[in-house]
């Protein structure tokens, strides 16, 4: 498997998970500079591009009526612009030069920023984003945790969420997938870039991402041996959540 | 009758149908465009890409809504919709194709889909032609056009600062009444203009012996190469104008029994309650997408179920683009003597 | 629309008349529902045709397709047997008599019984898809239909003797002279006296005449797999092959698209099918 920095930490959580063995995968590890959101050079240059080229640091967009010369950075998707992590950590060969890392206060501010919102402004961020959703599934099909055989979605009984593309229907799907997420999201961005709906969904799981690098100093994928902290479970827990009464 | 409408007073002449009709027209939603009710202040988005993201056919077959509503003691009564008079102004001449595509399904003599047809008789729809060819669609590459006038009441040609505006209908000419006439030389303009639009449209494959060709490497490796990296989301099929799957759901909480949009990329479309699916993997269900719409709608109806639109090459999150597909698809061994 | 005036996803209201299990291990249970009112079973007698489906409803779970069991003379009521496998048949197998439940249908095109006048059948049937054949046998054998086909031979494999359903008139079929009926069961019992195998096993021991005759094959999807080549050995011609097709459903009548077999909708084009017209068809079972 040729793997980035994300997609290496992804192989690495589900080993963890053991949905993959990791004596059955040679990782051959790219520094990676980032993916091209299409989206943002199409705003920024028009319908009429026919063409990019990548040169360097810039970009070389070919339209129907010439050229334009972009800055690539400028039109990195969300997820890459804040990537903490973009060498691959134990890959089995790495090709080429490892890059400097990532600066971990961009993701820090967006979720801080979000967080200084009033409670008004948020939900009603939440849902807009969560009510334009049409439910189609391609943010948990592209991404590298969602591996259930049978997703909460498609359960039948008891019936976790309302079924369809109601409000009810579509906060609940939102909730509830990035909660299952929780120490678990490698913030690769793999969700975000497959919604047809342009959705932004990644402001929930970076919140718990935040939440777990803060209250936990754990971060998902790093290693292939560390539980997500939800998962494990020691005998000097704080909470014994379960031994009734404590 | 061919009337001529001066852009400046389009904004008027919505606002003015608002007194009888709810008016949907394509609006600003993000980053892209979207059928949404006009307001005092919407704006008609018609620049590229020509079509919403969401496929207008939403406007008849909602995501999801109620067919049947529960009642005390075990019983059932129709649910009960609301269905007003609309006008949708500037529908793409391909989904407007797409509707009709879908009418041969929803409304069969004996056998007719309540809610779609009483929304189908009570909306009047204008299209908006395409006067330049959009990125990734192909409508005439699959026998249709960017001025095809489906059953559309009315239909506006853009001439710059004016509209030519042909009116196909009794409903579609209500609507432009005291509009000015156009005349010949106007008309013939707008002809040329319609001619040229369709000549630019690239040729995306060739559809000749296509069918035969899917039909018969039914079992073929090639749905295996083509479906590679799909993902078996639902957005080629949920954001297609001519996709009609429904699942049939019941919301226990509200009392009723919903239908939502299915889409046949998903392993639980064909699951049965055995745990046997007749398509179990991504190449089945590829399969099945392209054949319904490459083999089967032409069985039934002799026409193609895709009217090359361009949103599934446009959205699927791993790029798999359906024109590619195809154009591998003529390369497949094919008989001659089969096809009779 | 329905002709009651609904729209075609309403369930019309019936009653279970009578309840009972047809198998010791209570994995089968027949439902007999009467009409609520006589206006929609008017509807329904003037549209049933043998062969075909309903969609049973249970508010809350959902709508399960089952075939009709009984033949319009039995009377004012229709019969379905539900095997108890997903949440709708469960909460089937919850009813008695009395109790209020949906129906929609009947659905589907049913079997071509008037290509099949003046011919011999042959019914094959395992399992508990072997209700709409009980019905075809009951409606064929009345004696006012009776005249109208030839021979009538029926093979009814299941997997235990328990588990065969319609017990009754199963043993007095035995009895009767004007049919010749073998039955089987998959696994060795005490004191049975008929055959043990699998039916198309038995199906080719029997070794029916393919001679002016029909065969009709209804079961699971393995034993059709099977029964349907071995008819073809001993001569039965495809267009003279008709077997019934099960596949996921919904909405029951062409419009939701899951039951799709090509171009062909096996809710409303079938699911009665002869093999000449499967073979036409793509292999997406
Ligand atoms: S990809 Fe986007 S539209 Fe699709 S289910 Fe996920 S959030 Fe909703
Ligand atoms: S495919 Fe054709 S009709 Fe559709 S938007 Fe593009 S040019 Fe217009
Ligand atoms: S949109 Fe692309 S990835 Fe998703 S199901 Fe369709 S072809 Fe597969
Ligand atoms: S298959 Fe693709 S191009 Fe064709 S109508 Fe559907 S979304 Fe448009
Ligand atoms: S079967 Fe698939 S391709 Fe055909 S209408 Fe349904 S979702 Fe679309
Ligand atoms: S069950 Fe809906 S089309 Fe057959």
Redesign the pocket.
């Known amino acids: 498997m040729v793997v980035r920095g994300c997609e290496n930490r992804s192989v690495n959580a589900l080993v963890v998970e053991k949905q993959k063995s990791r004596e059955n995968l040679f990782l051959i590890g790219v520094p990676c500079e980032g993916i091209l959101d299409w989206h943002k050079i199409v705003s920024e240059v028009g319908e009429a591009v026919t063409a990019v080229k990548e040169d360097g640091q810039n970009l070389m967009v070919e339209t129907r009526d010439g050229y334009q010369l972009l800055e690539r950075a400028d039109f990195l998707h969300d997820s890459c612009k804040r990537c903490i992590h973009p060498n691959p950590m134990s890959a089995d060969i790495l090709i080429g030069e490892p890059l400097p890392e990532g600066d971990p206060n961009l993701a820090r501010t967006t979720v801080e920023n979000f967080e200084t919102q009033t409670i008004e402004d948020r939900y009603a961020w939440f849902q807009k984003e969560a009510e334009r959703c049409i439910r189609c599934y391609a943010c948990r099909q592209a991404c590298p945790m969602c591996y259930c055989e049978e997703c909460f979605v498609d359960h039948i009984e008891p019936r976790w969420t309302e079924s369809g593309a109601t409000p009810a229907g579509m906060q609940g799907w939102h909730i509830v997938r990035a909660f299952h997420q929780t120490g678990r999201c490698t913030s690769c961005g793999a969700c975000e870039r497959a919604c047809p709906m342009d959705i932004k969904m990644t402001y929930l799981t970076e919140k718990l991402n935040h939440d777990m690098r803060d209250k936990y100093n754990f971060e998902a994928g790093l290693d292939a041996q560390s539980q997500p902290p939800f998962a494990a479970v020691t005998l000097d827990d704080k909470n014994r959540f379960t031994v009734r009464g404590e | 009758m061919n009337h001529i409408l001066e852009k400046h007073t389009l904004q008027d002449l919505l606002q003015s149908w608002r007194q009888d009709y709810d008016v949907y027209l394509p609006q600003k939603m993000e980053n892209f465009s979207h059928f949404m009710p006009l307001t005092e202040t919407s704006v008609l988005v018609d620049g590229d890409p020509h079509n919403t993201r969401i496929p207008p056919k939403a406007l008849f077959l909602p995501m999801n809504e109620a067919l049947v509503k529960f009642t005390r003691f075990g019983g059932y009564e129709d649910a009960k919709h609301e269905i007003q008079s609309r006008i949708v102004f500037g529908i793409r001449p391909c989904d407007a194709q797409a509707v009709q595509l879908l009418d041969t399904s929803f409304i069969q003599e004996d056998n007719i889909d309540p809610l779609w047809s009483e929304r189908r008789e009570k909306t009047i729809t204008i299209g908006l032609g395409c006067h330049e060819p959009c990125q990734t669609g192909f409508c005439t590459t699959v026998g249709y056009g960017p001025f095809d006038r489906a059953d559309l009441d009315a239909m506006l040609t853009d001439l710059g600062e004016t509209y030519l505006v042909e009116t196909f209908s009794e409903a579609g000419e209500g609507c432009f009444l005291g509009l000015p006439v156009a005349s010949e030389e106007i008309y013939n303009q707008a002809l040329d203009i319609q001619r040229s639009a369709h000549d630019q449209m690239p040729v995306a494959f060739e559809t000749e012996n296509l069918k035969g060709k899917l039909e018969q490497n039914f079992k073929s490796d090639y749905w295996d190469t083509v479906s590679q990296s799909c993902l078996g989301c639902g957005v080629c099929?949920f954001l297609?104008p001519t996709?009609?799957?429904f699942d049939i759901v019941d919301e226990t909480q509200r009392r009723e029994r919903v239908r939502n949009w299915d889409?046949?990329m998903f392993r639980t479309y064909s699951l049965e309650a055995s745990g046997h699916n007749p398509r179990p993997s991504r190449v089945e269900r590829t399969r099945?997408?392209l054949s319904?719409?490459y083999v089967y709608w032409l069985d039934q109806v002799n026409q193609i179920g895709c009217t090359g639109c361009g949103r599934c090459v446009r959205y699927c999150p791993v790029g798999l683009d359906i024109r590619a597909m195809l154009r591998q698809a003529q390369t497949l061994p094919f008989e001659v003597s089969h096809a009779a | 629309m329905q002709p009651n005036g609904h729209s075609l996803y309403t369930p019309i209201p019936m009653h279970v008349l009578h309840a009972y299990y047809e198998s010791p291990d209570r994995s089968l249970k027949t439902l007999e529902l009467s009409f609520d009112h006589a206006e929609d079973s008017q509807a329904f007698f003037e549209a049933f045709n043998p062969g075909q489906f309903c969609l049973l409803s249970v508010p809350g779970k959902g709508e399960s397709a089952l075939g009709v069991a009984n033949a319009a003379w039995e009377g004012d009521f229709v019969r379905f047997t539900a095997q108890n496998v997903g949440s709708v048949t469960a909460a089937l197998h919850k009813l008695n008599a009395g109790d209020p439940v949906g129906m929609r249908g009947p659905k589907g095109n049913g079997f071509p019984l008037n290509d099949w006048k003046g011919k011999n059948l042959v019914i094959i049937g395992g399992g508990c898809a072997f209700s709409t054949l009980y019905a075809l046998t009951k409606h064929v054998h009345h004696e006012s239909h009776r005249d109208d086909y030839g021979k009538l031979t029926l093979i009814y494999g299941t997997r235990t003797s328990g588990l065969c359903m319609y017990k009754h008139d199963i043993a007095a079929w035995h009895e009767d002279e004007d049919m010749e009926i073998h039955q089987a069961i998959d696994i060795p019992e005490d004191n049975w006296q008929y055959h043990v195998g699998y039916v198309p096993d038995v199906v080719k021991q029997v070794a029916p005449s393919p001679e002016n005759a029909v065969a009709i094959v209804c079961g699971p999807p393995i034993m059709t797999k099977f029964t349907l080549p071995a008819l073809v050995d001993l001569g039965f011609s495809p267009e003279n092959i008709f077997t019934s097709l099960e596949k996921r459903m919904k909405c029951g009548v062409g419009k939701c698209?899951r039951c799709?077999l090509g171009p062909q909708y096996i809710c409303k084009d079938g699911p009665v099918f002869s093999l000449a017209e499967l073979n036409a068809l793509p292999a997406d079972l």
Do not use: A, I
Request: hydrophobic fraction near 10%; aromatic fraction near 8%.
């Open positions: 099929t297609c996709c009609f799957c889409s046949c099945q997408r319904h719409k | 698209g799709n």
